[in-house]
Structure formats: structure tokens, C-alpha cells
């Protein structure tokens, strides 16, 4: 059985809504986090995430001007400065299947659908820690691997196609993050 | 912060697209314990969540007058695309917030509404007393609950709003298939 050392875990917090950050303040407290940024919108949010690199971030949808979903495109920026791999957990109150799709579409990690308790946050949690999906380029998509299981049984179109893969080396995440702060 | 030592990310190149994998660099704040280990952080938590509910009667009027003001304003100024956003907002807050609070039917109406604002095709030519039975409920819910039998009486009341709101939205958006479709389509969340 595993648990997780949250108090090692920098989280940042994105909710226009003072009541919903309270809660999550102190859930996350409660599991053991020290470090908890808050941000009432996704601007704020994006300057925050520049400046403290947190581990995992965790956003509200709904928000006014730059919501959490523009948030998560700006984050999942293959070349941008800072991090683009940090897991981004989507909790909303959007509790419609299409909204998954565009959310996991813009490069979300797990979805988290209001309302919200102790246990689903602390599973997303524990997923995104314990579980990291590798991430997939394409020409429209940057974000972790949308697939995930794999099936032997599939029949159908292969969206993904290619001939033996080769390999690049790219600089260290940790490095690349360092050098934006 | 939990770091991970420098390791270069590998990543796979292929016709139509990257692989790129890295050692995870969030294993090292992962911990392994016995089975028999007593610590309950989920357990810990609701008990945290349970020690603010004091303050959530509080908090729901907060929401629930927020709703109110932001209907007002658009009665006064009309379905500026100012004022339906925050009437938007100000709704599906309510929503993923009110059961949390102790005020599930509250969220349920709340989701009716956000329905409303988010499918119809024009909102100044919904009638406005679904807008006003919709945000009333709320109120009432919000400030009688101790007169009102809430599982019977709030619990009724939503499922009538939400039934007029989905027969209108099915009327209006009987042309627009995709409108539709989203109507239709049941919640992720158990027990909707």
C-alpha cells in the first residue's frame, strides 16, 4: 500500500470562488500539504505557476476572462519556458461527458466533478502522482496520453500511425524548470 | 517541492506524432507502509470538512443572494453578455457547491438553470418566470429551510423545475440536433 508525503507536494489552486478555495485549502491541509498557492483567476494562476513550479495544479472551469480551461492550454505549451508536464486536476461543476472530452482535449489530467469530496480528490491525487501517463505530441494536441488503456481486441481506424520510432534527447524537466524560475 | 534528479526525457518520434516519456518526477513523495498502517488522510479530511460546516449556512446565502443580484442585473440592463456570464457563473457555482453546503436540491435547480442560460437560443425570449421560479426556489431553500420539509417539499420542487426547464429547452431546441443531444445526455456524476 502506498500514501503520499504531501507535505513534499507544491499545489496550486485556481477557483474564482473564495468558499470552494476555503475547502479545498483545507482538504488539501488535512491530507498533510504545506505549500497551497491560491488563484482566483487563470491569469493570476499563470503567473503563479511561473513563479512557484508547482507539482500538481488544480482548477476550477468557470471562470471570468481567463478560465481554467484556457489555463490548461497556456500550461501545455511544449515551448514554453516553464513546465508544461505538471498534472492539472479539473474540478468543476460541468458534469457533462462533452465537457470531459474538451477538458482531456486541452491537455487535462483527471477530471473531478463537483461536488467535491475528500476521497475523489485524494484518488485524483494519488492517480496523478502514482500513475504519471506519458505525453503525446501531435500537430493539434500536446498532453498526457488521452489513452488510457489499450486493447488488443480494438478494431477500427488507427488514429496514430508510423514506422519505427527513433529517439530525441531533450533537457532534463527538472533543468528546464530551474531555468524559468 | 518534490524534485526529481536530472534525467534527460525521452521521447519517441514517429510519423504523426511524439511519445515523451520521464522518469516521474513525483515517485519520490510516494511512500510505501503496511497494510496494517492506521494513518487516514481521506478520513482526516472529511473530518476537516465537517468542522467548517458550521459556516456553510453562511456561505450558501452568500451564493444564493450572488444569484439573485446577478438575475437582478439582468433585469435591469438585459442579457448583456456581462450579465449572463455571471448569472452563469453565479448558477453553476450553486451548483457544484450546494450539496457540499447541506443543500443538494439547491444544486439540482441550480443545474436546471445553468441548463436554461447554457441551451436556449435566445435568452431574452425565455419567459422569465423560469428564470424567477428557478432563483425563488433557491432563495427559498436557502433561507426557509428549517420551515420547509426538505426532502419532500425542495425535493419536489426541483424535480418540477428541472422537468419545465428540459420540456422548454426540448421545444426550443427541437431544430438544433447538437443542442440537443447535450440535453439529453445523461450527468457523469452518480446519482443525478
Not at chain 2, 71 to 85: C, I, M, P, S
Not at chain 2, 136 to 148: C, D, G, P, Y
Request: include cysteine; charged fraction near 30%.
Amino acid at each position: 500500500m502506498f500514501r503520499i508525503d504531501f507535505n513534499k507536494l507544491r499545489f496550486l489552486v485556481c477557483d474564482d470562488n473564495p468558499h470552494m478555495r476555503r475547502i479545498l485549502r483545507t482538504l488539501l491541509h488535512s491530507f498533510g500539504a504545506r505549500e497551497v498557492y491560491e488563484a482566483e483567476d487563470g491569469a493570476t494562476a499563470l503567473e503563479m505557476y511561473s513563479h512557484y513550479v508547482p507539482d500538481i495544479v488544480i482548477t476550477d472551469w468557470a471562470m471570468p476572462i481567463f478560465d481554467g480551461l484556457e489555463l490548461a492550454q497556456m500550461i501545455r505549451q511544449p515551448e514554453s519556458k516553464g513546465n508544461p508536464y505538471a498534472p492539472i486536476i479539473m474540478l468543476t461543476g460541468h458534469s457533462e461527458k462533452r465537457r470531459v472530452t474538451v477538458a482531456r482535449d486541452a491537455g487535462v489530467t483527471e477530471f473531478l466533478a463537483k461536488p467535491i469530496s475528500a476521497k475523489g480528490l485524494y484518488q485524483r491525487i494519488l492517480n496523478v502522482v502514482a500513475n504519471p501517463r506519458p505525453f503525446i505530441k501531435t500537430k493539434t494536441y500536446f498532453g498526457p496520453d488521452r489513452r488510457r488503456n489499450t486493447s488488443s481486441a480494438y478494431m477500427g481506424p488507427e488514429r496514430r500511425v508510423g514506422e519505427k520510432h527513433e529517439v530525441l534527447q531533450q533537457p532534463s524537466l527538472l533543468d528546464k524548470a530551474r531555468s524559468s524560475i | 517541492m518534490a524534485r526529481n534528479s536530472p534525467r534527460d526525457i525521452e521521447v519517441k518520434a514517429f510519423a504523426t506524432h511524439h511519445v515523451i516519456t520521464q522518469p516521474n518526477p513525483l515517485r519520490k513523495v510516494l511512500r510505501r507502509v503496511e497494510e496494517k498502517d492506521m494513518d487516514d488522510p481521506v478520513g482526516r479530511a472529511e473530518q476537516a470538512l465537517a468542522g467548517l460546516s458550521s459556516e456553510f449556512k453562511d456561505w450558501m446565502a452568500v451564493e444564493a443572494g450572488r444569484l439573485a443580484a446577478a438575475y437582478a442585473a439582468v433585469q435591469k440592463d438585459g442579457f448583456t453578455k456581462e450579465a449572463r456570464d455571471e448569472l452563469f457563473r453565479a448558477a453553476h457555482d450553486i451548483k457544484g457547491d450546494a450539496a457540499t453546503f447541506g443543500y443538494p436540491s439547491a444544486a439540482v435547480i441550480a443545474e436546471s438553470l445553468c441548463r436554461v442560460i447554457e441551451h436556449a437560443p435566445d435568452l431574452a425570449k425565455v419567459p422569465g418566470e423560469l428564470f424567477s421560479h428557478h432563483i425563488n426556489a433557491i432563495q427559498a431553500i436557502v433561507h426557509e429551510n428549517t420551515r420547509l420539509d426538505s426532502l419532500s417539499v425542495s425535493g419536489e420542487l426541483s424535480r418540477r423545475l428541472r422537468r419545465v426547464a428540459d420540456d422548454y429547452l426540448a421545444h426550443v431546441n427541437r431544430d438544433r440536433p447538437e443542442h440537443l443531444e447535450a440535453i439529453l445526455a445523461p450527468s457523469i456524476v452518480p446519482g443525478d
